[in-house]
């Protein structure tokens, strides 16, 4: 009897140990598969590091070989200037620009910042407040010899400006009375002498009777005409009141 109580004994015992065996086995299964997890989050967060570092290698890269801008002196800039006409300067002013903020201390800077913005104004709708200020601003200014005759012209631009815009007023008018093609329109304007003041000096107004004598050529127009005159009546009212 005592012998089967020792047998059953053992066998208790051994089925503890098993058990307790398949507990620790399953217990280093788990951690085996959170330990594989753990490496694949770890790959993944060198994997973004590496793909980071190559980045800001690759930006310092770039930084350390550009090359910042130094500044100019006048002397360096008056010969950038002089290979340009004013109109030359206007139409390339993003370049130009570029060039006098470099020498941004000079007083030929500040002049050529004024002229650009002052040839720029004949190129929008005319403003009163801003035309008159021009004017003030060209009496003191002053541009390299080569621009001489180019900021006569300009100068003169400007203080016509409104005058022109009652000029172009009244061709407008006389647009409305003719008919044919843009050239037979463009024509009978010129034999007339009707464009006399009205010059590419102005850009803005010499653009507005391009625009209406095709308006008038093919007898339409619509919003975009309404839109014109719109246009000119809020930017000189005295010369367009009766449109």
Known sequence: MRQYILII???????????????????????????DVIIEDLKDTISMLSSQSSKLDSVIHRISKRQFPRSISEQELAVELQKLTIKGIWQNHNNIQAKLKLAKDTELSKYYFQIIEIYNSLNIPYNETTNSENIKLLENIKLLDCHVDDYKILSSSVNDYRF??????????????????????????NESNELEFITDNIPYAHRCVERYINFRASNRGGNAKADLLSELKQACPDAFSDF
């Not at 009652?166 to 304007?189: H, M, N, Q, Y």
């Open 9 to 35: 004994f053992a066998l208790v015992c051994a089925i503890n140990v098993f058990g307790q065996n398949r507990r620790v086995e399953k217990s280093i299964e788990k951690a085996i598969e959170a330990n």
């Open 164 to 189: 022109v815009m009652f000029e172009l007023a009244r061709v407008l008018k006389i647009i409305d009375d003719l008919s044919g093609t843009p050239k037979d329109i463009k024509e009978k304007l």
